[in-house]
């Protein structure tokens, strides 16, 4: 089984070595480059006023960020969530930044690099010098972006995953993979004939067919070298 989870977060601004803070968490899980229904979401408390361009682009307010929990107090959780499964993300080293910055504020380690599987470099890999952003993507692959008038992580990462996975050779891959090994599974398991199936010519049939060659005995190619 092939577990993945594609992640992604709103923040009060861009850069965490400046104090900003993440505000929303949203998480789909993938299990053979198929979702599962899981997901993880949590507005979070920042401590911090958003800024009015990142409160633009998300629609998050900070009135909306009032009495919402502090990431210290779903840290476990997400990190539950989480697992050991590879992290996808758009432009991932922005949200790994983010997120170690806030794991780092709670005294917990941070995610390894290695774990993260960044959708803007395959995406530049695989359409060279074509626009890379996730709106473009969603356009360049036909998914729906009707609900998507402001960022917000969930949302964003459920679309993110079906772009990874058309990235990845197309949506339900795992889906028409697992259907063929269940077909040969099936092909396999078939018992043998207990008797083979009788001829369905007759005797007849085959000696009249056998007369009717006979009759290209002098032009038939493979008759003149008989």
């Not at 803070?21 to 599962?36: D, F, M, P, S, Y």
């Not at 043998?192 to 010519?201: C, G, H, Q, S």
Request: glycine share 6%; hydrophobic share 45%; net charge negative.
């Amino acid at each position: 089984m092939m577990r993945e989870i594609v992640l992604d977060t709103e923040t009060t601004g861009l850069k965490p070595e400046e104090g900003h803070r993440i505000v929303e968490i949203g998480c789909v899980e993938l299990v053979n480059h198929v979702q599962t229904g899981r997901t993880f979401r949590a507005f979070l408390n920042p401590e911090r006023a958003m800024e009015a361009k990142a409160s633009e682009i998300s629609g998050i307010t900070d009135d909306m960020l009032v009495g919402q929990p502090l990431f210290a107090e779903i840290a476990q959780t997400l990190i539950d969530f989480l697992g050991d499964a590879p992290i996808v993300a758009h432009n991932a080293p922005f949200d790994m930044g983010f997120l170690n910055a806030e794991f780092a504020r709670a005294g917990l380690p941070p995610l390894p690099p290695e774990r993260a599987i960044d959708t803007v470099m395959i995406a530049r890999r695989k359409y060279p010098g074509a626009p890379a952003s996730l709106d473009a993507l969603c356009k360049r692959f036909n998914i729906d972006l009707s609900e998507r008038v402001k960022h917000g992580a969930l949302l964003d990462a459920k679309l993110l995953a079906d772009v990874y996975l058309e990235l990845c050779g197309g949506r339900q891959f795992g889906l028409s993979l697992q259907t063929e090994l269940d077909a040969a599974t099936r092909v396999r398991s078939r018992a043998p004939r207990p008797e083979p199936l009788k001829p369905l010519i007759t005797p007849e049939e085959e000696a009249a067919h056998a007369a009717f060659l006979e009759t290209f005995k002098t032009t038939a190619m493979w008759k003149q070298y008989a």
